[in-house]
């Protein structure tokens, strides 16, 4: 397994590298103007290559391309262009002619074509949407009505639909016409004489079927889809679910659009890093360069935790005499609240991914099998525990003190660390929100309190410890 890991990693840094010498010919090509040359050399490159080459490009290398490649060819790489809060799309609009841009923009695929308009001001927007065909431009003006993070916003009207009445000849006819246009061919929507979604066929059974038959009698009418208001984190759950490369927006059974399943992954990357950033309580995404900047967006979070924290440390100051009678409890406060925050982590941890993902409809199901969880770590953890103290410090009577604190202060942080995200489920507020820091300050506060009571407890019943 390690010799494959390396070759893998070999073969990575060896592509690298080629593509590195590759794109330092294209640079050579650009700066001696040797257009035909930089043309058959860029159109070698991955689509995605093409663009991070692009990106990387001084402006007035960027101009050379924007001369020498037609807009329907640049349409091409700005269709691989993500974009990030690093990206200005405006800026790269504005090196290009506006009636160029608009030309560019308009042979784009409509949902990517989409994500760099509704990146532009009023006056930008509404000049290239001017610079279009009425059609497209009505077109994209429609997609950009749509709430941001809805299946609406995501898809694209680059789909194949054939009548459903059309022999399977004609309907491969209608795909090779279409095809060159469409952002794919795999599936193809099947449509009434009220231009309403009926069905849909794939391309293999399209080209296995028999010439004789008609689309309606090779289609399947169980179809798959989802609405233009729908979340995109729903619309991520589907496509995975279903294994679809692609999913149809339908409203009132007219089809309205495809998503692709490209933009779901970076769905599912926005998600995924919109979660982890909760959880952490700070912007994982953010690249800001300016140490100032990047610590004025974390205080916030953290100066909330501070007060929370406070909490934790008031209630050690209420406990004062305690400590004073038995010193030796101070030794563990650490240990104990550290432990239990760790658990009620991992917890937290879990629960959000089962909700994230729908693995489980039973709250009551997850909740017992945390608490059961708990049960086993805090008995493990409590014996343990127990048995160091009472070596360490010759002292079975503080060991069992500190074991019984201990499994219980697990107890309750695990269950915490699941029960507070499904509360915030259940009245549709994001469980990352209840995030790590969080977590580990509450159980904090709590495993402190269960502590010092146990060991109140010990000291009232025994005397001392």
Known sequence: MAAE?????????DMREEISEHAKKLVSELEQGHEQAFKADFDELHGYDQGQFYLNLPSQLRQQVIDWLDPSDLADVFDEIPLDDDLDPSELLKEMSPKYAAEMLDKMYSDNSVDFLEELNAHDLGMYLSLMPENDSQDIRELLNY???????????????????????EAMQAVKIAAEDAEQITYIYVLNDNNKLVGVVSLRTLMLANDELHLRDVMDTNIISVTPDEDQEQVAHVMADYNFTSLPVVLDDTLLGIIMVDDIVDVIDEEATEDYSRLAGVDVDSNDDNPLKAAAKRLPWLVGLIFLGMGTASVIDSFNGLVATAPILAVFISLITGTAGNAGTQSLAVAVRRLAFKESENIWKMLGSEILIGVAIGVVAGFTIFGVVSIWKHDVLLGVAVGLAMGIAILVANVAGAFIPMIMDSIGVDPAVASGPFISTLSDLTSVLIYFNIAGLFIKLFGGI
């Open 5 to 13: 890991n390396n070759n893998a990693e070999e073969i990575t840094e």
């Open 147 to 169: 709430d941001d993070e809805t299946a609406g916003s995501l898809m694209s009207h680059e789909f194949i639909a054939i009548n459903e009445n059309d022999t399977i000849p």
